[in-house]
């Protein structure tokens, strides 16, 4: 485990915390207006290994063989300048630090979003440590400005990191579908009337990354995923984004305590380790695999029964009761993409170089309006 401290004067910032995988979603922006909760289980950090945040540079004023040392292969509107090594943790788990005045309190919609630089800074010394994301749309969490920290080790070693066959014990999955409340709304028992059920932010984000390395294992081929919740959350955007034709891929759920698929599955849809980041693999020569969160992937490979839904009939006389019926537990519209992550995972794979791969990411707006992608 590990704390951090100021790296001007060595306070301490953090309660001990455990290293994970940096989540898909963890620059998210979901909606408009909606509340979402905070990124990182309490305990625990995550480092984001490319630069992220101001100062940006606008695509004009990169070179190409910059952008591609940096692993960005197609145009973005643009690049951080930051600092790589950005790390994040739940706000709960900050200590010993006070908020910067106003002038760096970017955001203000509903809350802060650091677009102005740190906003967190060590109570001690004054040095600007952190930015606190805490606006509407964006994921909770306060991000540790990599230059201004230092992580120092702390008595008691962690545990090693659970394998594949004690995270299916533990069975710990993400479901596909969740009340979503708007800004400012009370989601105690009986409030049913400002939020709704929908498809998980996560599951969207997740497909969003999935679908680029679909597309990228495609070769330009229509591509086939597993009927049911996969054929759902995938079938109809890659039957939008690829031509159809006899020459189709087969794309099979693979991982643990899963029999191994047929050999005429050419791509496989496997599990990302939660807290080390790493892909499962099948023994021998691997097909092209890709990457899930090992939540979304335990769904989808071991779907649970529907969730449960308000029994029929009336309630019995004299039964206190809610003026507002609860809203019915599925989503009010067909599975969509995140756009944005499936931009940014399509940028940084080099297939994306061949035409009609760059031709999809062109044409991105269409297939958005298509409804294929969130908007």
């Given at each position: 485990m590990f704390?951090?401290?100021?790296?001007?004067?060595?306070?301490?910032?953090?309660?001990?915390?455990?290293?994970?995988?940096?989540?898909v979603h963890a620059h998210q922006k979901y909606g408009n207006g909606v509340q979402l909760p905070v990124l990182m289980e309490s305990g625990t950090f995550a480092v984001e290994p490319e630069p992220w945040g101001p100062p940006w540079r606008r695509w004009e004023e990169i070179r190409p063989d910059e952008a591609a040392a940096r692993g960005v292969y197609a145009p973005v509107y643009a690049l951080s300048d930051g600092a790589p090594g950005a790390i994040v943790i739940a706000p709960g788990d900050a200590q010993?630090?006070?908020?910067i005045p106003e002038e760096r309190g970017g955001g203000y919609c509903c809350g802060l979003d650091g677009a102005d630089g740190p906003n967190v800074a060590c109570a001690e010394c004054a040095l600007p440590v952190a930015s606190r994301i805490d606006d509407c749309s964006l994921w909770q969490a306060m991000w540790l400005a990599p230059n201004s920290v230092r992580r120092l080790p702390v008595d008691g070693?962690?545990?090693?990191?659970?394998?594949?066959?004690?995270?299916?014990?533990?069975?710990?999955?993400?479901?596909?579908?969740?009340?979503?409340?708007?800004?400012?709304?009370?989601?105690a028992a009986g409030h049913w009337s400002n939020y709704w059920w929908s498809w998980s932010p996560q599951w969207e984000a997740a497909a969003g990354?999935?679908?680029?390395?679909?597309?990228?294992?495609?070769?330009?081929?229509?591509?086939?995923?597993?009927?049911?919740?996969?054929?759902?959350?995938?079938?109809?955007?890659l039957d939008a984004l690829l031509p159809a034709g006899p020459q189709a891929r087969c794309a099979a759920l693979a991982g643990p305590a899963l029999p191994p698929p047929s050999s005429d599955a050419s791509i496989l849809l496997v599990p990302s380790h939660p807290q080390t980041g790493k892909t499962w693999a099948p023994a021998g020569p691997p097909p092209y695999m890709v990457p899930l969160p090992f939540g979304v992937w335990l769904w989808l490979a071991f779907p649970r029964p529907d969730l449960p839904v308000p029994?029929?009939?009336?309630?019995?006389?004299?039964?206190?009761?809610?003026?507002?019926?609860?809203?019915?537990?599925?989503?009010?519209?067909?599975?969509r993409m995140d756009s944005e992550v499936f931009r940014q995972t399509l940028v940084r794979l080099p297939s994306v170089r061949r035409p009609w791969l760059s031709d999809i990411l062109k044409n991105l707006t269409h297939h958005m309006r298509a409804s294929c992608i969130a908007l």
């Open positions: 704390v951090f401290v100021c790296a001007g004067c060595g306070a301490r910032l953090t309660t001990p915390l455990s290293q994970v995988a940096l989540p010993g630090t006070v908020l070693a962690d545990a090693a990191p659970p394998s594949w066959a004690e995270l299916m014990a533990e069975g710990k999955g993400t479901p596909p579908f969740e009340p979503i409340a708007a800004w400012g709304s009370r989601m990354q999935a679908l680029a390395h679909l597309l990228a294992a495609s070769e330009g081929q229509p591509v086939i995923v597993p009927d049911g919740l996969a054929g759902q959350v995938f079938q109809r955007a029994a029929s009939g009336a309630l019995p006389a004299g039964t206190l009761h809610d003026d507002f019926d609860p809203p019915a537990l599925c989503p009010r519209h067909l599975f």
